[in-house]
């Protein structure tokens, strides 16, 4: 999924938001064959009991975090696996995934950034009283989109 | 065409089930699988089985996809054996770091069960 030349410079963050959508609907409709919409976020109130995060390292630094409620992972799992029976532990490995691949979707598409940029592997923390909070401390990107009815929340938080 | 084995080595059990599922729907018929969750515990499946072709992740903990290429080509197990890169790394420096250590094919994530049989089925004598 890289583009050719990219889409978008480093010094351009504000042209970001599109682009990471792109991303995200690239991975949904690929991975399991299901159309997402963007959404305002404000629409729903996040019910994080699944975060999945990826960090980046080098041209891009910082972190991309995709949560959802439990549900939506297990949803999530089941229509990658095309499997009824998805288990919480495959609602995480499902979410860390989708987190990891439409981190390194975006970030292909991303001119200057895809050759100078390392992905750490997921990590999935769940339960429904975590908050999570990044050090990171420029610019983030948020969006939100609906999957079968319910959110997903997407954020890219980035380094100064 | 004949069945074959394949290992597939990945850190998510959902994406090594996804791999499975898209070499089936190329049309290879698979007569054993067998799966690893990172580059190290790879090796040591390729010490008891003998597999026709490995898919291969790049982003893994313990022993990642690339040092795993490289081990192959090391230790000379798995002579022969072609091994695809299944990667979120798309960048042209990882595409020349795995296929200078011995692989053979590179499929970015996410992928379709079309790329993953045209990139496969050469690779084991077979059209596209």
Redesign the interface.
């Known amino acids: 999924?890289?583009t050719a030349g990219g889409l978008a410079k480093r010094s351009h963050q504000e042209n970001w938001l599109p682009i990471l959508e792109l991303a995200i609907q690239?991975?949904f409709e690929?991975?399991l064959g299901c159309q997402v919409k963007p959404m305002a976020p404000s629409e729903h109130k996040a019910n994080a009991e699944f975060t999945a995060m990826v960090g980046l390292a080098g041209a891009l630094c910082g972190i991309m975090t995709v949560c959802c409620d439990a549900n939506t992972a297990r949803q999530i799992?089941t229509c990658?696996?095309?499997d009824e029976t998805s288990s919480e532990?495959?609602a995480a490995?499902?979410l860390?995934?989708i987190c990891?691949?439409i981190?390194?979707?975006f970030?292909?598409k991303l001119a200057g950034t895809?050759?100078q940029c390392m992905?750490?592997?997921p990590s999935v923390i769940s339960g429904g009283k975590h908050t999570f909070r990044s050090l990171a401390d420029g610019n983030s990107i948020e969006t939100a989109l609906l999957f079968e009815g319910e959110p997903v929340f997407v954020r890219l938080q980035l380094h100064s | 065409m004949d069945k074959i084995r394949a290992l597939i080595v990945d850190d998510s059990s959902v994406m090594r089930k996804i791999v499975e599922r898209s070499l089936r729907q190329s049309g290879i018929e698979l007569e054993k699988v067998v799966e690893a969750a990172n580059g190290s515990e790879a090796l040591a499946a390729l010490q008891s089985n003998v597999v026709d072709l490995i898919l291969c992740d790049i982003n893994m903990p313990v022993m990642d996809g690339l040092e795993f290429v490289r081990q192959v080509a090391t230790i000379g197990i798995a002579k022969g054996v072609p091994i695809v890169m299944i990667t979120t790394e798309g960048s042209e420096s990882h595409v020349v770091q795995a296929l200078s250590a011995g692989a053979r094919g590179y499929i970015r994530k996410p992928f379709t069960p079309d790329q993953v049989k045209e990139h496969v089925l050469p690779l084991l004598g077979k059209k596209p």
């Open positions: 999924m890289s690239e991975v690929i991975m799992a990658m696996l095309r532990e495959h490995d499902a860390g995934e990891n691949m981190t390194g979707n970030k292909n895809d050759e992905l750490s592997v």
